[in-house]
């Protein structure tokens, strides 16, 4: 059975909750706790129960946005067979990235606008969790080229920039109601795996 979340931690993502949407609309410098109470409806004293600091906040902001993406991703890689192709592995991970951070779209958004506003040494802590998530893609790329899906010269590094690049802007543009997380991530998956597969000669080719 899944545990019910405890009071305390209803309540914390509760302010979480309040603090992703605060920082998106106002960045950095022009949030406060008291802002952030009054979205969340709490006392100012609740949310300094939880969270000493801006600075605490803004930090379990960003770390709950990677961790939310990377967890996701993992989790759905995880469940997939030892024989899943690396076109397969791809567009599992693509679809859940994609629906990660349109569930936590308001942590996605806060981030992509706060990133460069915030002290070095928060920026520095939450850069830590970003590459371990690029490395996770590194090796799915990789593991895809060594096996011989990939084209011997296509550049795995770029490729991977490139793909969760695209993939994080999504939050910008998509709307419920248009194409679906499915669609997209298909289409997605299509565009980036085709441009890097390794293309057999055809008769016309010979």
């Known amino acids: 059975m899944t545990r019910k979340p405890t009071k305390s931690e209803v309540s914390q993502k509760r302010v979480l909750d309040a603090a992703a949407k605060i920082f998106r ?6 949030t406060t706790m008291r802002a952030i109470a009054d979205e969340a409806d709490l006392k100012a004293g609740s949310i300094y129960y939880h969270y000493k600091s801006k600075d605490e ?7 709950l946005g990677i961790h939310a993406v990377s967890d996701s991703v993992k989790s759905a890689l995880d469940a997939l067979p ?3 192709t690396g076109r397969e592995r791809i567009e599992t991970a693509v679809y859940a990235h994609l629906s990660a951070i349109i569930e936590y779209g308001d942590y996605t958004l806060a981030t992509r606008r ?4 915030v002290p070095e040494s928060i920026r ?5 969790l970003r590459d371990l998530y690029g490395t996770m893609w590194q090796e799915i790329l990789m593991n895809a080229k060594e096996r011989g899906e990939f084209r011997p010269n296509a550049n795995i590094t770029l490729a991977r920039l490139f793909i969760l690049g695209a993939l994080n802007w999504t939050v910008e543009w998509f709307k419920p109601g248009g194409r679906t997380i499915d669609e997209v991530a298909r289409e997605f998956s ?11 000669p055809s008769m016309t080719d010979a």
């Open 25 to 30: 609309d106002n960045g950095y410098a022009g």
């Open 57 to 63: 906040l803004i930090s379990a902001v960003l770390d």
């Open 82 to 84: 030892d024989t899943a």
């Open 114 to 117: 706060v990133f460069g506003q």
């Open 124 to 128: 520095l802590k939450n850069m830590r």
């Open 190 to 200: 299509s565009v980036v795996v085709d441009g890097l597969m390794r293309h057999e």
